[in-house]
Antibody
Framework: EVQLVQSGGGLVQPGGSLRLSCAASGFTFSSYTMSWVRQAPGKGLEWVSAITGNGGATYHADSVKGRFTISRDNSKNTLYLQMNSLRAEDTAVYYC???????????????WGQGTLVTVSS | DIVMTQSPDSLAVSLGERATINCKSSQSVLHSSNNRNYLVWYQQKPGQPPKVLIYWASTRESGVPDRFSGSGSGTDFTLTISSLQAEDVAVYYC?????????FGGGTKVEI
């Protein structure tokens, strides 16, 4: 059974940093692109960052470019999102999500983590 | 970026009645190489992550009830719930995967 279990998150002051983790099981982690998708309170979904299976290619939305860094440790089956210089507008539930297709695509998301709330406030 | 526009923002449907949600993309998401539409539909219930209902615009995900169907091609797509059940109350999103950045529609809230 595919499982994505998230940790990290919480309350952080503007300008602060936070690291999110997503522990994967039930599939060959290194063979799939993984993403972070966020959802501001009461709002829609935004694709934030993605990384291919071997970590060779990454994507960051313009809204987080230069502040967020996605990475993965395939030996630990874990995905990360390092978030620096956090702003109030980064407040959201962050989901890790798995691409359904084997290989280096970024397409849609067939499995999602439970979500973790990041609140940026003084 | 490909902009995805959903309509309506919300709709109220009686139990057993049909619900229709529209999604329009700012450019075609039909890939000529394989004649597939790179569009997926999700259902999100309160406090839960989204769940895939339909991919390739019209292929139902395994385990999804057959009252859910997707149609359309190019830039105009529809998600239909043929006979609304109480458990279908949720927000529904379309998403294109034709080109990065992957983009979502704004969501449609379905209520009884």
């Amino acid at each position: 059974e595919v499982q994505l279990v998230q940790s990290g998150g919480g309350l952080v002051q503007p300008g602060g940093s936070l690291r999110l983790s997503c522990a994967a099981s039930g599939f060959t982690f290194s063979s799939y692109t993984m993403s972070w998708v966020r959802q501001a309170p009461g709002k829609g979904l935004e694709w934030v960052s993605a990384i291919t299976g071997n970590g060779g290619a990454t994507y960051h939305a313009d809204s987080v470019k230069g502040r967020f860094t996605i990475s993965r440790d395939n030996s630990k089956n874990t995905l990360y999102l390092q978030m620096n210089s956090l702003r109030a507008e980064d407040t959201a539930v962050y989901y890790c999500a798995k691409d359904p297709f084997y290989g280096d695509s970024w397409s849609s998301f067939d499995y999602w983590g439970q979500g973790t709330l990041v609140t940026v406030s003084s | 970026d490909i902009v995805m526009t959903q309509s309506p923002d919300s709709l109220a449907v009686s139990l057993g009645e049909r619900a229709t949600i529209n999604c329009k993309s700012s450019q075609s998401v039909l890939h000529s190489s394989n004649n597939r539409n790179y569009l997926v539909w999700y259902q999100q219930k309160p406090g839960q992550p989204p769940k895939v209902l339909i991919y390739w615009a019209s292929t139902r995900e395994s385990g999804v009830p057959d009252r859910f169907s997707g149609s359309g091609s190019g830039t105009d797509f529809t998600l239909t719930i043929s006979s609304l059940q109480a458990e279908d109350v949720a927000v529904y999103y379309c998403q294109q995967y034709y080109r990065t950045p992957l983009t979502f529609g704004g969501g449609t809230k379905v209520e009884i």
